[in-house]
């Protein structure tokens, strides 16, 4: 196999590992009410099916990002997925309702090794502004289809076959993504262990953002003035300074801080984060909207997103690469953020009456075909100026802030809306308020980004590897 096509075959084998994950968030959503059922979960406790494997994903991201740039990003997404796929069939044949959640949290933890580098792989694997620009169609494909494939896979699996099969299902694509991945993703050197590990910060990081993540989670059982949630929030806020401090005193930190100061990566993570908030929102409520004002049964609400996913897909399918090239990434971007806010203005109309075609439909095909406008610019300006070396950090950087602010975003919209409305009212602030969010994003990308140069998406200095020299 000629080394350019082994390339895109790696490609093709770390998207499906990122498949797993983007479905994995959504097709649980539907198997609930089965699981609860079977498993005798309370109404409180059904929760953790969801929560747990957001607390264990967003906590370990930015650590599996680093541990791929220190010892190999190969080694730690194979890791990931060998996790993700057993504890898939430790949560298939899950016996009570503590097993599942066990099994729900190893997953997340797996899926936080894999994803915390795939980015990197990329970014490392494609150096070309083209080919890159290429690659990153491909995974934005994968990241906005996930979802939707995961409501549709989920209401089939469930109601056809068993609940249990929605974890069963990701036991083959695992050992095809072990396999192949194992012998078609080249191994980056990895900047090594020998001058120690930053364990301490490992620890801090990692305990900060997860108290932060079950702060949020659990919000909405205690409220945000709650001795629970602002004493959590307020404990993760003290384990982040002290984590930011033992960083600049230390020779080789677990996240050099120079990283966090390159504009492009941290502004436009910034964004991303405002951007998922609303678009989370959006399948959120839409998926509610569409059961309870409409009667949609499971498969019919996945359905009804497939125009958002197709959108996407024709926009990821090469034309928002050739887009970019043409009017730049920035420019591209600020259109798709402007579409995304003009179809939840659109949604956040909508009434009982409302028939699915044409309002809806337009609606889902405006916010898909802004969605595939904006993720790639954001992906490709956020690694612009990242040195190879910090390819993973900057990634799992990245990832972590988009979790967490989408958590936040949702948890905020959700609170907000619920607290000041009720009925129709509800969807419509919330609609509205996920409007805001993108705005803010769109502000962001105005005032604090600019589009990179060709010699800037390209091949970044080794800084890093400088900097040891």
């Not at 309702?97 to 795939?118: D, K």
């Not at 898909?368 to 954001?378: D, E, N, R, T």
Request: aromatic residues 8%.
């Amino acid at each position: 196999m000629s080394s350019n096509l082994r390339r895109w075959v790696a490609l093709v084998v770390v998207c499906l590992g990122q498949l797993m994950i983007m479905v994995d968030g959504t097709i649980v959503n539907v198997a609930l009410p089965y699981m609860q059922r079977d498993l005798g979960f309370s109404q409180s406790s059904l929760t953790w099916v969801v929560n747990a494997y957001l607390i264990a994903f967003g906590s370990f991201l930015l650590v599996a990002g680093r541990l791929g740039d220190l010892i190999g990003r190969r080694k730690v997404f194979l890791a990931g997925v060998f996790l993700f796929t057993v504890a898939s069939v430790g949560s298939g044949f899950a016996q009570g309702a503590e097993n599942l959640i066990i099994g729900r949290f190893l997953q997340g933890l797996g899926g936080a090794l894999s994803a915390g580098v795939i980015i990197a792989i990329i970014v490392t694997g494609f150096q070309k502004p083209a080919e890159r620009a290429q690659a990153m169609s491909v995974f934005t494909l994968v990241i906005a289809g996930g979802g939707s494939l995961g409501l549709l896979a989920g209401g089939f699996l469930t109601e056809w076959v068993s609940w249990h099969w929605i974890f069963f299902v990701n036991v083959p694509i695992g050992i095809a993504t072990i396999v192949l991945g194992a012998w078609l993703i080249d191994e980056n050197p990895g900047l090594g262990l020998n001058n120690g590990v930053d364990f301490a910060g490992a620890v801090l990081v990692t305990a900060a953002v997860m108290l932060s993540v079950y702060g949020i989670v659990t919000e909405a059982d205690y409220g945000w003035l709650s001795e629970h949630t602002l004493g959590l929030l307020g404990a993760a806020l003290a384990m982040l300074i002290g984590f930011v401090v033992l960083e600049s005193r230390l020779r080789n930190p677990l996240v050099p801080l120079r990283v966090l100061t390159i504009r492009t990566l941290t502004g436009a993570t910034a964004a991303r984060a405002l951007l998922f908030g609303g678009m989370f929102t959006n399948f959120f409520f839409g998926s509610l909207y569409l059961q309870h004002m409409h009667g949609y049964t499971a498969m019919e609400t996945g359905l009804a997103f497939l125009p958002t996913t197709l959108a996407v897909g024709v926009m990821s399918a090469g034309l928002a690469a050739r887009l970019m090239a043409r009017i730049g990434s920035r420019n591209l971007l600020v259109i798709g953020l402007i579409s995304i806010i003009a179809s939840l203005a659109i949604l956040s109309t909508v009434g009982p009456a409302t028939g699915y075609a044409p309002i809806l439909f337009v609606a889902f095909v405006i916010l898909g075909a802004g969605a595939g406008m904006s993720f790639l610019p954001l992906l490709t300006i956020s690694m612009s100026d990242v040195p190879l070396a910090d390819a993973g950090l900057a990634s799992g950087f990245s990832n972590v802030v988009m979790q967490v602010g989408a958590a936040l975003g949702l948890a905020l919209i959700t609170s907000i809306s619920s607290a000041h409305a009720q009925g129709i009212a509800a969807f419509h602030l919330a609609y509205l308020l996920a409007a805001i969010a993108v705005g803010a994003a769109l502000t962001v990308v105005v005032t604090v980004l600019r589009s990179p140069s060709p010699a800037r998406v390209a091949v970044q200095p080794d800084a890093a590897v400088e900097e040891a020299a």
